[in-house]
C-alpha cells in the first residue's frame, strides 16, 4: 500500500464514520518498492506531509531503518529533510485548497460540511504546525543535552521516586508555608485587572496619587473606565489596547495568608500566557461577566469561561471561586445571579470539579463589592455570604510534597549587580521537596549544575526553602549558561534528576476541537512552565474513563470526550515526570490552532 493510499484510506475512514461520506482527494498514488513501502509509509504518516518521499528514504537510509530513528531525525532536523515551500504537488489538491471557501476556523465536523471543506480540512492538518522556529534552539539543546548525557540515566526514567528524610535542622524549623496562589481567569473583558486593581486600592497598596494619574491619563485616551485595571496592566500596550497580555502578579496579606494573585490575560491569543500562570496556582477565582450578550460570549464554545475553567482543572486545580461580576450594570439582580449559577454549576461539575469545591458570588470589580470587603449594598441585600477576600483567607491549603526530592520551576535567570541578592540568580517557586542554602543541584534539562549561595523567600535571607515558597537563588553555576536557561527550567535534587525525554505515552482526554485527532497529529503540549512542538506518534487504545478497562484498541482517530493511551513525541529533549510521582510535571496540556484540543497525564517515559 502507497503512502498516499494509507493516508487516504484512515481519513476515508475517519469521514466515513463522521459523515456518512467519501472524501475524493485528487491525489494519485506513487508506486513504492514492495519492500519498503511499509516502512517508509509508516514514518511519512507520522511526520505528515511536510516531507517528500525521497527525504523519508534518506532519512531511513542515515538511522539503518530503525523507524523511530528516522521520525526522531526527520522532526528534529526538519530543515534539512521538510520539503520547500511552493506549489502544491498535485494539481488536483492544489485546486482543492484554492476553491475551498475560506475559513478563518477549521470547518466544523458536522454531517453538512460539504467535500471542498472536507478536503481543505485534510490538507490542512497535515500541515498543522511549522516546526521551524523551534529549529535553533531544538539543535542547541539536543547538543548541550548531549553533552551532559552522562547526567541523563534512561534505565531510572520510570522509577518511582522514593520520598527522602527530611535534614534535622530544617525539620525543627519548618513552619507551613502560608502562601497561596490564585490564578485570576475568565473570558477577555470580564474585569479580571479591574477587580484585582480595585483590591490593592482598598487595601491601600496603591498610592492615592497614583491612582489620580491613572484615572487621568486613562480618561485622556478614552479609557476612563480601565483605571483600575491599570494597576495591574503596566504595558503601555496593554494600556493602550485595554488588554492584558502578561500574567500580573502581586502579593497580598489576608489575616491567615500570604495570597499570590496571578491576574492572567483572557484575550484568546494569550491563552499561553494563562497556563503559564495557571501551573502556578492552588485555587482558580473565575471572573464571569454577568451582561446579557457578553456572559455568552465567553461560556458559549470557543469562549476562554469554559476554557479557562477547563484548563485550569487539567491543570490539577481542584477548588474553583466563580466572581459573578458586572452585577452593577444588571441592577444587582438575584435572577440573574442564579440564572448564571444554573448553568456555570453543572458545568463545572461536569468537567470534574467536586459540588464543593466550587463557591460561587455575586460582585461588582469596578464598584468593589464583595472583593475585599462584604457589600452593604441594600440591592444585594439577597447575598449574606463572604467576600473574595475572606473565601481566599478561610482557604483550606493542601499538603504539599515537600519528602520528595527537590523540584523548582525557575521562571527567570538573571545577573544582578544591585540589592541584597548580587550576581546570577534565579527566582521561581519550589513545587517539591527542600532547598537548601550550600547545596548543590542540577538543572534539567540543560543539566547545568548550581550551587546555592543564598536563599531569599519573599525578599528575607533563610537558610532553606519548602513547597509553595517564591524564591530568589544566588547561584554558583557551572557548566550552565544563561543562553541555555530556558522557561520552565527545573533546579532538581542532584540523585534524582529530571527525566529528559524525547518520547512518552499519556492517557489523554479529547476535548471539543473542530475535528477528529489522528495519528501524526502535531500540537503544542504545555508542562508546567514548558511549551513544546509534539507529534502523537501512537494511538494504542481508548479507555473507559471510570475503570481504565480498555475500549478499543489501535483506533485510527480520537474523537470528543474520548479517553485514549497515546504515544507523543516532543521536538526537542524535554524535562517531565511521571504523573505519579510529581503531579504538576506529569500532566500535559495539547493544544492546536490555538484551540485547547487535549489534557492528560504522563504515564510512561520511552526515550
Ligand atoms: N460596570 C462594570 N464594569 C466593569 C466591572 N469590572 C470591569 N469592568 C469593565 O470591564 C472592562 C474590562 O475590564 P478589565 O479589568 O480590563 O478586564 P479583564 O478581564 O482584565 O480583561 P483581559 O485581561 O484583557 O482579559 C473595563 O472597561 C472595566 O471598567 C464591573 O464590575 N462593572
Ligand atoms: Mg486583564
Known amino acids: 500500500m502507497s503512502r498516499h493510499r494509507n493516508l487516504k484510506n484512515m481519513i476515508d475512514e475517519a469521514y466515513e464514520e463522521e459523515y456518512g461520506q467519501d472524501v475524493d482527494y485528487g491525489i494519485e498514488e506513487d508506486e513504492l518498492h514492495p519492500d519498503d513501502n511499509e516502512i517508509v509509509n509508516e514514518v511519512w504518516d507520522t511526520v505528515g506531509n511536510n516531507y517528500e518521499k525521497h527525504s523519508i528514504i534518506e532519512a531511513l537510509d542515515e538511522v539503518d531503518w530503525v523507524v523511530d530513528d528516522a521520525i526522531n531525525l526527520l522532526l528534529v532536523e526538519s530543515k534539512r529533510f521538510a520539503k520547500k515551500k511552493g506549489p502544491a504537488k498535485k494539481k488536483d489538491s492544489k485546486d482543492a485548497i484554492k476553491t475551498a471557501p475560506k475559513k478563518d476556523n477549521l470547518p466544523t465536523m458536522s454531517k453538512e460540511t ?44 520510570n522509577n518511582i521516586i522514593p520520598e527522602i528524610p527530611i535534614p534535622p535542622k530544617v525539620e525543627s524549623s519548618i513552619k507551613e508555608s502560608k502562601n497561596l496562589y490564585v490564578v485570576v481567569c475568565g473570558h477577555v473583558d470580564s474585569g479580571k485587572s479591574t ?38 496592566d503596566e504595558r503601555t500596550e496593554e494600556r493602550q489596547r485595554g488588554v492584558t497580555i502578561e500574567v500580573g502578579i502581586k502579593q497580598i496579606e489576608t489575616k491567615n495568608k500570604n495570597v499570590i494573585l496571578l491576574d492572567a490575560p483572557g484575550h484568546q491569543d494569550y491563552v499561553s500566557n494563562m497556563i503559564g500562570g495557571t501551573a502556578q496556582a492552588d485555587v482558580a477565582l473565575l471572573v464571569v461577566d454577568s451582561i446579557s450578550g457578553a456572559f455568552d460570549a465567553g461560556f458559549n464554545r470557543g469562549g476562554q469561561t469554559q476554557e479557562h475553567a477547563i484548563l485550569a482543572r487539567s ?73 473574595i477576600i475572606e473565601i481566599l483567607d478561610g482557604f483550606k491549603l493542601t499538603p504539599k510534597n515537600i519528602k520528595k526530592p527537590l523540584r523548582m520551576v525557575v521562571n527567570s535567570v538573571y545577573q ?20 537548601e542554602k550550600g547545596s548543590k543541584y542540577i538543572v534539567m534539562p540543560s543539566c547545568g549544575q548550581a550551587t ?71 500540537s503544542m503540549i504545555f508542562i508546567g512552565l514548558t511549551k513544546i512542538s509534539t507529534v502523537l506518534t501512537k494511538i494504542h487504545h481508548t479507555l473507559k474513563k471510570e475503570t481504565g ?27 517531565v515526570e511521571l504523573f505519579k510521582n510529581y503531579p504538576l510535571l506529569g500532566r500535559i496540556i495539547l493544544r492546536e490552532k490555538e484551540k485547547t484540543i487535549a489534557s492528560g497525564i504522563i504515564k510512561e517515559i520511552l526515550d
Open 114 to 157: 460539504s467535500k471542498e471543506e472536507a478536503k481543505e480540512t485534510v490538507l490542512k492538518k497535515k500541515d498543522s504546525t511549522d516546526l521551524t522556529p523551534f529549529r535553533k534552539e531544538s539543535e542547541d539543546l539536543s547538543a548541550i543535552v548531549k553533552e551532559n548525557s552522562k547526567f541523563i540515566d534512561k534505565s531510572k526514567f
Open 195 to 232: 477587580l484585582v486593581g480595585h483590591l490593592l486600592v482598598d487595601l491601600g497598596m496603591v498610592q492615592k496619587q497614583t491612582m489620580h494619574k491613572f484615572e487621568k491619563e486613562s480618561t485622556e485616551m478614552g479609557k476612563g473606565s480601565f483605571k483600575y485595571a491599570w494597576v495591574m
Open 315 to 387: 491543570m490539577g486545580i481542584e477548588s474553583i471561586i466563580v466572581a459573578v461580576n458586572k452585577l452593577d450594570v444588571m441592577h444587582w439582580s438575584k435572577d440573574r445571579f442564579d440564572y448564571i449559577s444554573s448553568l456555570v454549576t453543572p458545568f463545572l461539575e461536569e468537567i470534574g470539579y467536586k459540588q464543593e469545591n466550587i463557591t460561587i458570588l455575586p460582585i461588582s470589580g469596578l464598584q468593589g463589592d464583595n472583593v475585599f470587603q462584604r457589600s452593604k449594598r441594600p440591592d444585594l441585600g439577597w447575598y449574606d455570604g463572604p467576600s
Open 416 to 435: 544582578s549587580t544591585t540589592g541584597q541578592a548580587k550576581g546570577l540568580c534565579f527566582s521561581g517557586k519550589v513545587e517539591a521537596g527542600i532547598l
Open 452 to 522: 546555592i549561595k543564598d536563599v531569599f523567600v519573599d525578599d528575607q535571607k533563610a537558610n532553606f526553602a519548602i513547597p509553595g515558597d517564591n524564591v530568589v537563588l544566588v547561584v554558583q553555576a557551572k557548566e550552565f549558561d544563561i543562553a541555555n536557561f530556558r522557561y520552565g527550567s527545573i533546579l532538581c535534587h542532584w540523585d534524582f534528576p529530571m527525566p529528559v525525554a524525547v518520547k512518552f505515552t499519556a492517557d489523554i482526554e479529547v476535548f471539543d476541537f473542530e475535528r477528529p485527532l489522528i495519528r501524526g497529529e502535531r
Open 549 to 575: 478497562e480498555i475500549l478499543k484498541k489501535n483506533p485510527k482517530l480520537l474523537k470528543k470526550g474520548d479517553f485514549a493511551s497515546v504515544e507523543i513525541m516532543c521536538e526537542r529533549p524535554t524535562a
